[in-house]
């Protein structure tokens, strides 16, 4: 039947056309940033687009010069990103038709050939035009899911397929329908493939890399690899003058800041211990004024610097607090220390009966009363203490240790009536308990008699 052969025909003269993009043999296309200003970056891959900032690799050296990829981010207000993410999905479509591109149109073509030689042998003409707009559809749509890969060719398909359904819906008695011309779309724009820079043009982009991302570690690493590149490669005496002259301006200024921040730390960390916030407002601002002499060329960096001064700052604020607390305070933890020495006295001089009741003895009765009767004047003296908040935490580890005492004492009063392993045990923990929380108390109490360290 002669309905498909013209389509059939068609199809064998569009699928050999060369594709629309291709590298050349053996090159990789590299992606390019177009900048606002006019300025454009080369970069190794796609890069990751993040709400401010895009993220992407910078491949330097290649062939006798060794490689290096270093890390760049470049903030978006500085993109043009219509025309960046435009050359990315040229770059995209390129890669696809030197690759997997003309295979891909073959097979479809090869279909579109075989569903037509079926329509021609149908004798069924509703499923002629259900075969026909079927292979339509699949056409029409095809190169927008393929990269705009031979968008003319497939369009020239389409209007050809467009007259065979029209005239198949003729031969079906359709009087009344309106063709869907949906692949009658506008051309595609080719966006021509830059070639990859030579080595001097990777060296100027690698420049200009350098004075547009914020980032310190990423520009002086940027400098690193250009200027070991322009040092390895043939490249003319101006550019290299320039990478080198570039990269001992960024080695210097790294020495210079890494001093500054170093120095102000060492302040800082002595301006908290001592207690003087204005000491570190004036480092704040001395900080600020250092870093534009030095031509603010860290902002990142010394932004995080200054939230990192503004903390210590809360420090020495809160260390001051504590030492004026301290001064109002201190006859009072004064008077407290020597309040309680004597009571902890009194616990000495019962040492040994508690001893022999840890060890699994049994004291006479009259030591164990003694014993009982200086841990209970003991704990009396400790209720009618009043001490300040500072002393608060070690007053109360004091009265359970005094009280787990007693409880011991108590166990072996029972012991000098009837003798019980459980009860002995119970003893000799509850004495090994309040001895270990009158060392903690005892090491507490210490720190607590001084003003409070924030560092």
Known sequence: MFIGAVVFVSIQMLAGIAPGHAHPPGQTA???????DGRVLNTHGDCAMLPDELVCMVKLGGGDVAESFDLLTVPRALVNEERTTAYAQALRAAHYGATRGEQEYTELTNELARVLGELEASADRDRRLGIAQVARARLAGWSAEHFGYKAEETRQLVSLLDEVIAELRIAAG??????????????VETIPILPLPDVTESLEMALVSATVTQAAAERLAILRSAQRVATAAPVAAAIKARVEAA???????????????????TRADAAVRQGRPAAIERLIRDVAAQDGRLGSRRPREMAAFTRRLEAELALATAQRQAFVRWQQVKAQLLAYELALRPLLDGWVSQRPVLDGLREGAVPRRPSLDRAARRFASIDAALITMRPVRELADVHAVLRSAVQMARLGLSLGERLTVAP?????????????????LLAQARTDLVPALFPRKVR
């Open 30 to 36: 590299q992606s390019r940033i177009f900048l606002l």
């Open 174 to 187: 359709q009087t009344k329908f309106s063709l869907d011309l949906v692949a009658n779309l506008a051309p």
């Open 247 to 265: 990269w001992r301006a960024e080695e210097a200024s790294e020495r210079a800041y890494r001093a500054l921040l170093n120095d102000a730390v």
């Open 420 to 436: 019980n392993s459980e009860i002995a045990g119970n003893a000799a923990a509850a004495v090994a308990g309040a001895e270990l």
